[in-house]
């Protein structure tokens, strides 16, 4: 079964006549474990059909599907339980809470869920190691460089355990040295828990990284290239 599937998306905003659509019947299937790039010129609609996948924002048409479950049934309720447990965000910007201590930033998306929190906080830990960060789980991040804010916020998109893990421009505010070391760090989460990715970004070479590389341009799916081991 695809991690998710897109028929038809579309989305337009403003009147029918003078509004813009921003995505017009994308059709898309992205299967469990895969590592997708998704490229186009500013505009293109990339981060409207990101935000459409995550269940940020309901298409004008068209379906998204994830896991098998078409979230154009479900309520805001519903929506928000399988965002809650099936996706994971890294923002380019890190959106982490500057009054929070990284394991604190972690935990974020876990507050309101009703789980074992002693399971959660072991969890947080396995997370703070495979990103290297282990001994910053009290720092704030102010106390962090960009890439290790980067890295926190990467931490903190895998601790609801998701099975699609979204990002928006997640290496626009680093460096290349950090970029490297950030698409290093995703690619073997990718591999070692099969956790699927689909990426957002402006970096061709990033992008020719990844296993497949899709091109939108002004809310048309142009190409869906899949890349050379």
């Given at each position: 079964m695809p991690a998710m599937r897109l028929e038809g998306l579309t989305k337009h905003y403003g009147d029918p006549v003078h509004g813009?659509?921003?995505?017009?019947?994308?059709?898309?299937k992205v299967d469990q474990g895969e590592f997708v790039a998704?490229?186009?010129?500013?505009?293109?609609?990339?981060?409207?059909?990101?935000?459409?996948?995550?269940?940020?924002?309901?298409?004008?048409a068209g379906r998204v599907l994830l896991d098998g479950v078409d979230a154009g049934t479900l309520n805001e309720r519903q929506r928000a339980e399988l965002r809650s447990h099936r996706i994971g965000f890294i923002f380019q910007e890190f959106n982490l809470l500057p009054t929070m201590t990284a394991m604190e930033n972690?935990?974020?998306?876990?507050r309101y869920s009703k789980?074992?929190?002693?399971?959660?906080?072991?969890?947080?830990?396995?997370?703070?190691?495979?990103?290297g960060l282990a001994d910053r789980a009290n720092h704030r991040p102010t106390q962090l460089s960009g890439g290790?804010?980067?890295?926190i916020a990467i931490a903190r998109s895998l601790i609801n355990q998701p099975?699609?893990?979204?990002?928006?421009?997640?290496?626009?505010e680093v460096d290349?040295?950090?970029s490297d070391l950030l698409l290093g760090l995703m690619?073997?989460?990718?591999?070692?828990?099969?956790?699927?990715?689909?990426?957002?970004?402006?970096d061709l070479e990033l992008a020719a990284r990844t296993d497949r590389q899709i091109r939108l341009r002004d809310g048309h799916l142009v190409s869906d290239e899949r890349l050379a081991a």
């Open positions: 813009v659509t921003a995505l017009a019947g994308v059709d898309l998704v490229v186009g010129r500013s505009g293109s609609g990339k981060t409207t059909m990101l935000d459409c996948v995550g269940l940020l924002m309901q298409p004008s972690i935990l974020l998306p876990l789980g074992d929190r002693r399971a959660a906080r072991a969890r947080a830990e396995a997370l703070l190691a495979e990103v290790e804010q980067q890295r099975s699609l893990v979204l990002g928006d421009e997640p290496m626009g290349t040295e950090t690619r073997r989460i990718n591999l070692e828990s099969s956790v699927t990715f689909l990426i957002v970004t402006h």
